[in-house]
Each structure stands twice: as C-alpha cells, then as structure tokens.
C-alpha cells in the first residue's frame, strides 16, 4: 500500500533531523516543518495522513498549530511533543481534542506505537479495511486539500454500518463518493444499488423500493424484489433523498427502525441488511423547517455527515480532471485532441463552473468533438462555456486573509510552476516570489512526486 505521510514540526533542528531520520527508517514519508507557520504553508500543497508537533515553539506554538488544523481538517490526527514541565498543558490540550502527547526525552518505540494507532484510527491502515490491490478512491481524481479530507472522512467511516449522509451541489460526485465508502467497507463484495428518489413516480416508488407482490395493484402481472432486498448485505444510496414524498419518508423510517421491508401487497416483513448513504443538492434544514422533510427521518439518515465542496471550491484540481478526461474521451471517439493550449486550460481553471464537475466533464467532451488539431485552442473552449465570466479575480482584489490559500490554489493548479502561477496572480516573478516568501510556501512541495 502506499506509504503514509507525516507532517513533523519542531524549531530546534537537531531533533528535528533526528525524528525525522527515525520515521523515515520505520517506512514513512515525512515532511519537516521549522514552524507552525511553515507547516500551515505545507498543508496547503499536500494533507499529511498523521501531524506531530513540539508543543513550546517560538510564533505559533503546537496548540495554536493545532487549533489552526483542526478548523479546516478536524479529523486529522494530531500528536503534541511535550516537556515534562508543561504535561498539565498537553492534557488539556487532548481534551480539546488533541490525538495524543508524547514527553521528551521521547521513547522512539512509543511514538511509533501513537503513529500506528493514529493512523488505524483516522482509518489510514488495517489491510481489512481496503485490499491492498484495490484502490477504493481509485474513481476521484484530486490533490485539493479540502477533497482529501472527505476522502479520509469517507475512510474513516466506511468500516462500520453508520448511516452517511453525503451534501453537495448537483454535479459535484455524490454518487462516487458513495461508491467509493462502498468498497471500502466489508460490504464492498455485495451488491451497491442506487436510486434517485426525484427521478421516480411517487407511485411507482414504494415499489421500487419495498417490492410488490403480483395483483397488488393494476399492473403487478409478477412478483417484484424490491431494491432494499436487492441490495441485502450491500449498499443502498438514496440519491436526491429531499424529494421524496412524505408518505413514503414515513415507511423508510420504519424500514430504517425495523431493519425489514413489506413488499406492497405482502402481509408478512422480510428482514434486510442494507447499509443506507443518502444524498442531496437540497438543504434539508430548511426542508423541515418548511415541515416538508421529517425530522426523526432526518436524524436516522445523518449518521455521519460528508460534505462535497463545489468545484470553484477545488480549481487545483480542475487540470488534474481535464487531462483524465481528455484522455478518455479522445480514445472514444478517436480524435487527435493530445492537450488543451496554455489560454484554454486558463480558461477552464477560471470558469465558474454552476454544473461542476459535470459540467466540466461536458466541456470537455464538446471540445474534444468539435476538434481538428492535437492541442485544443482557447476559441473551443470558450465557445464551449459561452464566454462565461471567470471567477478568479487579479491577485490585488483577493482579500488579504485569503492571501495564502489563494497562492496555494494557484500552485497546485500549475504545478509548482512560478512563472505559469504569477501570470495567473497577474503578477511579476520577483514580486510573487516575494509573497510566496511572505507566507513560507515552498514552490518545490507542489511539484509532481514520484512514488
């Protein structure tokens, strides 16, 4: 499987260099950080799967690094590296929600020992949680720190039977986030079976959800197995799950309760085992509030909740998803299209993207249609998104608070490419390299790693 990554911040050097010798020998990727600051800077090019910290630092101590980590990646484990003379403070610090403390002079064997059980934790090992031959996420194509993290969230929960409740805008990848929990989990050999509610007669839904028995109502010629029985010992996603009409939300709920289904037409139940995910582009809150979604149903379904971010959200990933789906659609349909020009993945980088990564599939599969040359120009493109306006602005009207997540974005997008990112920044070199300092980023940690 793939090495998992450690995030190691200390200020004195010496023990930095000796930490990170010894994890290196135990088979992790480490990544050394001088400051918390630094180590905030790292984040922004790549999630590390377990951080440590020393605790006393000078600016921006373990505790604060903490706070500032968890806003953002609250699941990440954190492990503090402490004096003995400040043990009250880390214990305090582990009620906040800190993963562990280890007290200098440390024990090498015992930090490994927290590192080990960190990452079974936060779901980042234990070989009957994934096949080590098969890549769960393998269908999610992302760097984006914000993308990682759902995926670890996603991880995280796929080993148990809690109901997930996945948000996000239509388009975004509801469905593959799902697929994706599937086969990560032991049910990952049985069925996973999806319907959208929206997208079904209300009264062909019940059964094609419980099932029916035949002459339970005009049309039933034969028995039908509903999906629920289908899905048995698998996986169910109840896509777009805020449509559904509140009769039917009523007998879900007993289904949910009773772990047992009626077929319409039937008078005996017949007992399932169904892992449920739902999912909606609605905001149920205000669906109950409105008294259209049921509240107890509600809660029954939001076990675990995964949020998607938008695809505006993500522009570092938007080259990453167009050249898989260049590649794919150019075999399809046989075309010469090999890339996009420089000013057409620019443009593609700054739509605004309301359909998201749907739309951005069908972007790029119109381009790929309509062209005649092996680089894809900037015209195609624009036709294609009809000449929308792009939502990243010139550097000088970000706002200064966003400075560093904005030069992060812009390096993940291009690579690590300076040059390519002050032209996006519209920025001069020197001038960019000056912000990049500013923020202690590192353009080299967003190059591409051979693994």
Not at 72 to 99: C, E, K, M, Y
Not at 120 to 125: I, M, P, W
Not at 326 to 344: M, T
Not at 368 to 396: K, M, N, Y
């Amino acid at each position: 499987m793939e090495r998992r990554s450690i995030l190691l911040v200390d200020d004195d050097p010496g023990l930095l260099r000796l930490l990170s010798i010894r994890l290196k020998s135990a088979g992790y990727t480490v990544t050394a950080a001088s400051s918390g600051e630094e180590a905030l800077a790292n984040m922004s090019a790549a999630r590390p799967d377990v951080v440590i910290t020393d605790l006393r630092m000078g600016g921006m101590d373990g505790l604060a690094l903490f706070e500032a980590i968890h806003e953002n990646h609250p699941t990440l484990p954190v492990i503090i590296l402490t004096a003995h003379g400040s043990i009250p403070d880390a214990v305090q610090a582990t009620r906040r929600g800190v993963f562990s403390f280890v007290t200098k002079p440390f024990d090498s064997q015992k930090l490994l020992e927290q590192v080990a059980v960190a990452l079974e934790v936060s779901g980042g090992t234990s070989e009957d949680r994934v096949p080590a031959d098969d890549d769960w996420s393998q269908h999610i194509l992302c760097r984006s720190a914000l993308m990682k993290d759902v995926l670890s969230k996603a991880r995280m929960v796929a080993n148990s039977d809690a109901s997930v409740f996945i948000r996000g805008d239509s388009g975004t990848g509801k469905e593959l986030l799902a697929q994706a929990v599937h086969r990560a989990s032991r049910r990952r050999d049985k069925p996973f079976i999806a319907v959208n509610c929206g997208a079904i007669p209300e009264p062909l839904l019940e059964s094609e959800l419980f099932g029916h028995r035949k002459g339970s109502f005009t049309g039933a010629t034969q028995d039908h197995q509903g999906l629920f029985q289908a899905a048995d010992g698998g996986t169910l996603l109840l896509d777009e799950i805020g449509d559904m009409p509140q009769p039917l939300q009523v007998k879900l709920l007993r289904v949910l309760q009773e772990s047992q289904v009626r077929p319409v037409g039937a008078t005996a139940s017949v007992s399932v085992d169904v892992r449920i995910i739902s999912a909606t582009h609605r905001q149920l809150d205000d669906e109950m509030r409105e008294g259209r979604f049921r509240e107890d149903l509600y809660y029954r379904l939001n076990v675990v909740s995964l949020e998607l971010p938008a695809l505006a959200e993500r522009r570092e990933d938007i080259p990453l998803l167009v050249n898989h789906f260049l590649q794919a659609l150019a075999h399809k349909y046989d075309k010469r299209a090999r890339s996009f020009a420089p000013e057409a993945m620019e443009r593609l980088v700054s739509a605004p993207w309301p359909g998201n990564v749907r739309q951005l599939y069908n972007v790029v599969e119109q381009t790929v249609t309509l062209s005649t040359t092996p680089v894809i120009p900037d015209s195609l493109v624009q036709s294609a998104l009809r000449d929308e306006p792009g939502s990243i602005v010139p550097f000088a009207d970000a706002r200064r608070r966003f400075e560093k997540d904005y030069l992060a974005r812009l390096l993940q997008t291009t690579g690590g490419n300076v040059s390519q990112a002050a032209r996006l920044a519209r920025r001069n070199r020197t001038e960019f390299y000056k912000l990049l300092h500013r923020h202690h980023i590192d353009p080299s940690l967003f190059k591409a790693q051979d693994h």
